[in-house]
């Protein structure tokens, strides 16, 4: 499989996971380099990291914020955030 | 979220109550909100009443994000003539991210980057964390060249003869993430048209450039800048 194929399945991969449907309309012929960029689940380690989410079960008790915090520490990356809290104050 | 009524209440009149508030309601941000209180609608799409307990009731409610259930529970009470409030509430799905084998806890991410750093072991990290991509799974999407990620990585919009492909769901004005052939997220985007159009445009803007993801200098620069020569 061609870099573009595996990308698109990976695409497509993530999707159905997430449960929907990618249809896709094909505009135009196209190749990608190998020299640059990579494949987002061959990526190093460490890019990964800075590139990454974690689907995380927050505990009740600490806010968002601080959790935040702590992996922001615990991964020791400059910059960390979330998604949305369900109350004003959580 | 579970909700506890400040009465006994047959559970026909719950059915009848829970089903009012499916669709579009009102609600005006609490007194401590970070956001502007003035009234605003929001969808509920699904109420599902999966169990009532003496005065305890558990419900499953889909809805738009910034809805409040805290006052979800205490309107339905109102309503019910006899007053509840929340008591508990979890988040059991958002976006592409729900309750599946990618939930972790902060304790297994300690100890998969523990092991990491201890060993080099990856292979629990890379379970834990997702790719940046996971998080935009669940939108419309459009595939970019790669001489057209330079510029979007940079900020610029993008125009229709970057586009390799799109997804049949792109509308005007939706959030778009645009990625490379590859499958890498390069930025996220407002469609200017919909897919339809820009499966037929060989030139002018289709997305407006919201929020880069991308590195700048991961894909080479395509465009002419005044000193090159």
Redesign the interface.
């Known amino acids: 499989m061609g870099l573009e194929d595996r990308g698109i399945a990976f695409l497509n991969r993530i999707a159905e996971k997430a449960g929907y449907m990618n249809e896709w309309v094909k505009v135009r012929e196209a190749e990608t380099s190998p020299d640059y960029g990579t494949l987002p689940y061959e990526r190093k380690i460490e890019d990964h990291i800075n590139h990454g989410v974690i689907n995380l079960d927050k505990p009740p008790g600490p806010t968002s914020h601080e959790v935040v915090a702590w992996v922001k520490r615990i991964f020791n990356v400059p910059r960390a955030g979330h998604g949305g809290t369900l109350e004003p104050r959580s | 979220m579970v909700a506890q009524l400040h009465e006994n209440v047959p559970r026909s009149r719950i059915e009848e109550v829970v089903e009012l508030f499916k669709g579009r309601i009102y609600q005006k941000p609490?007194v401590?909100?970070?956001v502007k209180r003035v009234i605003r609608t929001k969808t509920i799409y699904d109420i599902e009443i999966v169990d009532v307990q003496d005065k305890y009731l558990l419900l499953r409610v889909v809805c738009d994000?910034g809805t409040?259930?805290?006052k979800l529970a205490h309107d339905i009470g109102l309503v019910l003539g006899i007053g509840a409030h929340m008591r508990e509430?979890r988040?059991t799905r958002?976006?592409?991210?729900?309750e599946?084998d990618?939930?972790?806890?902060?304790q297994e991410?300690?100890e998969a980057?523990y092991l990491?750093k201890t060993s080099g072991n990856?292979k629990y990290?890379?379970k834990?964390?997702?790719?940046?991509?996971?998080?935009t799974?669940?939108l419309p999407?459009i595939?970019i060249?790669?001489t057209a990620?330079g510029a979007v990585a940079h900020g610029a919009d993008l125009a229709a003869?970057g586009?390799?492909?799109?997804?049949?769901?792109v509308e005007v004005d939706n959030t778009v993430a645009m990625?490379?052939?590859?499958?890498?997220?390069v930025a996220l985007g407002k469609a200017l048209r919909s897919?339809e159009e820009?499966?037929k445009m060989d030139k002018g803007l289709v997305a407006k450039t919201t929020r880069v993801?991308m590195p700048r200098n991961?894909?080479?620069k395509t465009w002419k800048t005044k000193n090159a020569n």
């Open positions: 609490p401590r909100s970070s994000p409040y259930m805290r509430l988040r958002t976006g592409p991210f729900r599946d990618t939930l972790t806890t902060l991410v300690s980057v990491w990856e990290l890379r834990i964390v997702l790719p940046v991509e996971v998080s799974a669940h999407k595939i060249l790669d990620v003869p586009v390799a492909m799109l997804t049949k769901n990625y490379t052939l590859k499958g890498e997220l897919a820009i499966a993801i991961v894909y080479p």
